[in-house]
């Protein structure tokens, strides 16, 4: 089992930015691939960005990349997300995952989640 623990979201005027956490336990962090998706209200879940479990290998969203930036740190079971130029459309509850296997940009593929950590962008 892994437990997940986002943390660092809030509310922040449009152009702000704001970096979220994920503390890892449970599992050796340095074996899992992680990712972060997000979800607005009325709206499916979808995918933000993602980094293997060695922190070489990243993925983002079309609609985030070159704003957000991920990355983890294996000598504290973390992952980050530093989000730049935020707009009122990132407004979502943000959700940290774990993968075991292959790295993967679809959430169902995704073994565990945290209970997420909302950001609010206001105009």
């Known amino acids: 089992q892994v437990q997940l623990v986002e943390s660092g979201g809030g509310l922040v005027q449009a152009g702000g930015s704001l970096r979220l956490s994920c503390a890892a336990s449970?599992?050796?962090?340095?074996?899992?691939?992680m990712g972060w998706f997000r979800q607005a209200p009325g709206k499916e879940r979808e995918f933000v960005a993602c980094?293997?479990?060695?922190?070489?290998?990243?993925f983002y969203a079309d609609s985030v990349k070159g704003r957000f930036t991920i990355s983890r740190d294996n000598a504290l079971n973390t992952v980050y997300l530093q989000m730049n130029s935020l707009k009122p459309e990132d407004t979502a509850l943000y959700y940290c995952?774990?993968?075991?296997?292959?790295?993967?940009?679809?959430?169902?593929?995704?073994?565990?989640w945290g209970q997420g950590t909302q950001v609010t962008v206001s105009s």
């Open positions: 995952a774990a993968k075991i296997g292959p790295i993967s940009l679809i959430s169902t593929e995704y073994d565990y």
């Open positions: 449970g599992r050796t962090f340095s074996s899992l691939h």
């Open positions: 980094v293997d479990a060695s922190g070489g290998l990243r």
